[in-house]
C-alpha cells in the first residue's frame, strides 16, 4: 500500500491576519461521492457563506482556486 500527501484546505487572507479573521476565505476540495468539486467559503459579521471578493483579493484568490482545481481529480 502506497501512501501520498494532499492538499485538500487552503485558506486566503490578508497578510498577518490570524485564521479565523473574517476576511479568511477557504478554498476545499470536497466529495459527496460524485466526484470531487470545490467548495469556497467566507464568513464576516453577519454574512457566512457568502463570497465578497476585492479587487485586491481577486489574483491571490484566483491563483489558489486554479491551484485547487488542478489537484481535483476525475470520478473514476
Do not use: H
Not at 467566507?42 to 491563483?63: F, R
Amino acid at each position: 500500500m502506497t501512501y501520498e500527501i494532499r492538499t485538500l484546505k487552503i485558506g486566503v487572507c490578508i497578510k498577518g491576519s490570524s485564521t479565523y479573521s473574517n476576511s479568511m476565505t477557504e478554498i476545499e476540495i470536497v466529495d459527496e461521492a460524485a466526484g470531487e468539486f470545490l467548495k469556497i467559503s467566507q464568513c464576516s459579521d453577519d454574512n457566512c457563506g457568502i463570497i465578497q471578493v476585492s479587487n485586491d483579493e481577486w489574483p491571490t484568490l484566483k491563483a489558489a482556486i486554479d491551484k485547487m482545481i488542478k489537484e481535483c481529480r476525475d470520478n473514476e
